[in-house]
């Protein structure tokens, strides 16, 4: 077990991670070392066609870019001995607590209590304690926090949103959780020129008149409604599960919170996944199960009423780091930013009954897709 606040017994078990992995995103290169070579198997496989890495010819392992090493040690943390802060969030969760950390001089000790998992984030030093392979999405979310922290620093806003390009043009759609965001992203890939951009971050920054947009490497975990009414993705259920689901009313089908991964490649075949693109669109979802209306597509202009940006404002969260190591007070840039960011991108929202076949149409109709 290591004590987190002992610094040689850090060093020494750092010193036992022999293998690596180099994955090479968009701008920045991670180096992962490990002491087990079982989750750099698993990461390797999970982050083709999400990276660069997947995309470069195999004599080619890196691009000259910036690179910062990440360790994972496959070991039981002793987090007691220093008093540890919760994370506030907006909405509370039955299952209780989810984070607390604990801010040294060389960064900052993340404890996710449900797993047991403790992650170090740190400017040059980032670390994940706990069972690897047993929490692999919380490794990924890990390595993909310093990704999305190298761009924050460098001026990209945040966003809540999934997103599909088309020969290099990328739509974003925004909603809060559970809104539908993820399964109408889904269902534009079936357009053959639709490819994969990201599930729910984006990052996104005005330079040279336009509008630049990564994606963030992390296939979609899906509701098991998003899977049921598509199919392509249906056999991704259980059988059992799936005969549960078919026939539940789609209100409580709705409601049910239990993820499941889309794994792009093998759901929708190889050259389906983009890394960034030029943000064109994006549509905002303000629709619902309950409405009676129709299906609707209609302009916003977002200078005018930047609150209708809400769904897209995304807090950077306990592990924002800013360049000179200080990590900021959680909160959401301002609507009104948001909105300034985007003033070249044409916004449009979608009212009424949640229809997603009605929605895609209207796309098209619209030549977005």
Known sequence: MINLFDNQQINQAKA?????????????????????????????VYYAGLTASGLLPKEVHTLDQ???????????????????????????????????????????????????????????????????????????NFINNQFLNHHQRHGYLLGHASAFDIDGNVTAIAASSGGGKSTLMLKALETAKARFLSNDRILFKPENDQVSVLGVAKHPRVNPGTLINSPRLSDILPTEERDRFTDMPKSQLWDIEQKYDVLIPNAYGEGKTALSGTLKHLILLDWALDATAPTALSSVDST??????????????????????????????????????????????????IDFERAIALLQAKGIL
């Open 304 to 353: 005018q009423t930047p609150e209708a940006l809400e769904g897209l404002r995304k807090s950077p969260g306990p592990f924002f780091q800013h360049v000179d190591g200080h990590f900021p007070t959680e909160q959401a840039q301002s609507a009104k930013i948001y909105a300034e960011h985007l003033a070249s991108v044409e916004v449009l929202r979608l009212t009424g009954t």
């Open 66 to 140: 910036p690179e910062l090493p990440v360790w994972l040690l496959d070991q039981q943390a002793d987090t007691s001995g220093r008093e540890w802060t919760a994370v506030t969030r907006a909405k509370t969760s039955a299952l209780g607590l989810k984070e607390a950390y604990v801010d040294t001089p060389q960064g900052r000790w993340i404890h996710k209590v449900r797993t047991g998992m403790v992650l170090f984030q740190s400017l040059t030093a980032p670390a994940a304690i706990g069972e690897l392979n047993k929490h692999s999405s919380q490794v990924i």
């Open 16 to 44: 036992a991670c022999t293998y690596a992995l180099p994955l090479t995103f968009n701008g920045l290169t991670i180096r992962v070392l490990a002491d087990h070579p079982a989750i750099l198997d698993h990461l390797e």
